[in-house]
């Protein structure tokens, strides 16, 4: 299967860029061909099955707070929220169904999704999805068959590191939607019932809310009739707020409902109070509510690993996390394979993504998307011509650089770019135009990053939902440098991670291995051994965790 730029006709016309200035001359018949091409493959996947366990009478007041709720996720009309997420293989499927959700998508792969329940009166659940370069959509009577009309709500979202709904605040019975900048600032939309325009004028709430990794609308969790929403901090603690009902505050003074809960990748609303929270090892646990906006005693569903090999859980608390989708090795014969993430923390087994012997004395690396397919680019210099994924010609001019890294999204304007240094060791940005096939002229960042011999980076290491920066000194020393979203000044001052990263060989931003929304880290010893860091944001990394061996056979990863 090919990726979504593969899936393009390469005969389109790419405009040529050199290292500093636009061309409009298209690639000619006689421009020298790039050395080769990656089949990108996916994750199979198998849709879990979904059984709750039964209500009781401990969670009869549960049951009673949230019967004024409405329901966000119905997609079969039985009267209670289904699971929707979107899988490993990039496709949405729901647990009212083993089928995928059909949503009219062209190459836009479901960053984040939001269901918003019935907002305009025909009984089936309305959905928002944002895609990877900010544009939100809105999905009209989502079922789970058939495919749904769909309205463009606008672009700009990529503003914003979470996008959720807590149930209705203002009790006119629509749900609403809150959205929180990576300062803090939290935002509430009201829900409109108008399919065309679906949210109103923004509202600002209040800031100070990037203390928390996690925000869970609930819904009417304590029999008030206002929704109510959890926020988990980086220390693993879970609170509680209350809903006001009123709209320039909808929350109350939180409330510590307890710690621990760092143990969970996602965690996202189960109806009736309750909810669903899952860990690396892909278990998945129920959290009954009390009716009071505390919670049960937990209670496993389905076997372990059932529920890995999800990337995101409609309406998870988590800040979603796209772009790269595991990394590229490329062995002594010149073949290169693909390792997906698993979900779990670890990869999955090695596909093939490319002709035998086919990148044999390619100068190549691997970045960030660079269009919102989800699905990670290759950049190719080429005596001096350099392609993307050997399809597009981007322009002449480039020896002049001996490092790329591409971590995402700088600019902040939701589409991925691409860094550049050159051998007197000035830093350089492109600014992307969100297909993958063309530059803007470079934005110089600065001096001395020839001190590093490793530039990598996919995603957010920081928890603010911004793509950040991974360098290595000669000395091993690894230092992060944090996304601005400013195309001007992309990073803020380096900060230490720490020493003896000089043992790897080889070092990759593999994106997000366990499926919470952080990026991660992948390192191969001289003697093959494979590592694992996943990251703790703020900042910070795990323990390595050792992956296996026989690594040695490659001379490449990215």
């Keep these: 299967m090919f990726s979504g730029r593969g899936r393009?006709?390469?005969?389109c016309t790419a405009l040529a860029l050199s290292a500093g200035m636009l061309l409009s001359t298209p690639a000619s018949a006689d421009t020298p061909a790039p050395v080769a091409t990656t089949e990108k493959k996916t994750s199979s996947f198998t849709p879990p099955k979904l059984v709750r366990p039964a209500q009781d009478g401990a969670r009869a007041g549960a049951q009673n707070a949230e019967a004024g709720s409405p329901l966000l996720s119905d997609l079969d009309l039985d009267g209670s929220d289904d699971l929707i997420f979107r899988a490993g293989n990039g496709s949405i499927y729901s647990s009212a169904g083993p089928d995928e959700v059909q949503l009219a998508r062209v190459d836009n792969v479901a960053k984040d999704i939001i269901p918003i329940g019935d907002q305009g009166g025909e009984?089936?659940?309305?959905?928002?999805?944002?895609?990877?370069?900010?544009?939100?959509?809105?999905?009209?009577?989502?079922?789970?068959?058939?495919?749904?009309?769909?309205?463009?709500?606008?672009?700009?979202?990529?503003?914003?590191?979470?996008i959720?709904?807590?149930?209705?605040?203002?009790?006119?019975?629509?749900?609403?939607?809150?959205?929180?900048?990576?300062?803090?600032?939290?935002?509430?939309y009201l829900g409109t019932g108008t399919m065309s325009k679906p949210l109103g004028t923004r509202i600002s709430v209040g800031g100070g809310w990037n203390v928390y990794d996690q925000l869970v609308g609930l819904g009417d969790g304590n029999g008030d009739g206002r929704a109510d929403l959890y926020a988990r901090d980086n220390a693993g603690t879970l609170w509680f707020y209350a809903g006001t009902g009123v709209t320039s505050k909808p929350f109350a003074t939180r409330k510590s409902i307890g710690g621990g809960w760092g143990i969970y990748n996602q965690i996202l609303p189960a109806g009736n109070g309750a909810l669903w929270a899952r860990?690396?090892?892909?278990?998945?646990?129920?959290?009954?509510?009390?009716?009071?906006?505390?919670?049960?005693?937990?209670?496993?569903?389905?076997?372990?690993?059932?529920?890995?090999?999800?990337?995101?859980?409609?309406?998870?608390?988590?800040?979603?996390?796209?772009?790269?989708?595991?990394?590229?090795?490329?062995?002594?014969?010149?073949?290169?394979?693909?390792?997906?993430?698993?979900?779990t923390g670890k990869v999955n087994p090695r596909q093939q993504a490319s002709t035998a012997g086919d990148w044999q004395g390619a100068v190549w690396t691997s970045v960030s998307s660079l269009n919102p397919d989800n699905s990670q680019d290759t950049v190719q210099n080429v005596d001096g011509d350099l392609w993307i994924d050997g399809m597009y010609f981007v322009g002449s001019g480039w020896n002049t650089y001996n490092a790329y890294a591409g971590s995402g999204d700088l600019s902040g304007d939701g589409k991925g770019d691409l860094l550049a240094r050159d051998r007197s060791g000035v830093l350089y940005l492109y600014k992307g135009n969100g297909e993958g096939d063309k530059f803007a002229t470079r934005i110089r960042v600065g001096t001395g990053w020839g001190a590093y011999n490793k530039l990598f980076g996919a995603g957010d290491y920081t928890g603010d939902g911004r793509a950040d920066?991974?360098?290595?000194?000669?000395?091993?020393?690894?230092?992060?440098?944090?996304?601005?979203?400013?195309?001007?000044?992309?990073?803020?001052?380096?900060?230490?991670?720490?020493?003896?990263?000089?043992?790897?060989?080889?070092?990759?931003?593999?994106?997000?291995?366990?499926?919470?929304?952080?990026?991660?880290?992948?390192?191969?010893?001289?003697?093959?051994?494979?590592?694992?860091?996943?990251?703790?944001?703020p900042g910070k990394f795990s323990t390595r965790a050792r992956f296996g061996g026989g690594f040695q056979i490659y001379n490449q990863i990215g």
């Design 123 to 162: 009984a089936e659940p309305e959905l928002l999805v944002l895609s990877e370069n900010g544009a939100l959509t809105l999905y009209k009577d989502v079922a789970p068959y058939g495919t749904p009309y769909e309205y463009a709500v606008g672009g700009g979202w990529q503003a914003y590191n979470k």
């Design 8 to 11: 393009r006709v390469a005969a």
């Design 469 to 537: 920066l991974l360098a290595r000194t000669t000395s091993g020393d690894l230092y992060l440098y944090a996304g601005t979203g400013n195309a001007t000044a992309p990073f803020k001052g380096r900060v230490k991670i720490g020493s003896g990263w000089g043992t790897y060989k080889h070092l990759a931003a593999a994106g997000d291995l366990n499926a919470d929304g952080k990026g991660d880290v992948v390192g191969i010893t001289s003697t093959g051994d494979l590592y694992t860091y996943l990251n703790t944001a």
């Design 164 to 188: 959720t709904s807590p149930g209705d605040v203002n009790a006119d019975g629509r749900a609403d939607v809150i959205a929180r900048t990576p300062e803090g600032q939290l935002y509430l």
């Design 279 to 343: 860990d690396n090892s892909g278990s998945l646990y129920l959290y009954t509510g009390k009716g009071n906006g505390t919670l049960n005693t937990r209670e496993k569903v389905g076997a372990t690993g059932d529920f890995a090999g999800i990337e995101q859980f409609a309406l998870a608390g988590n800040i979603p996390s796209t772009g790269k989708d595991g990394f590229y090795a490329r062995d002594t014969a010149g073949t290169m394979y693909w390792y997906g993430p698993s979900g």
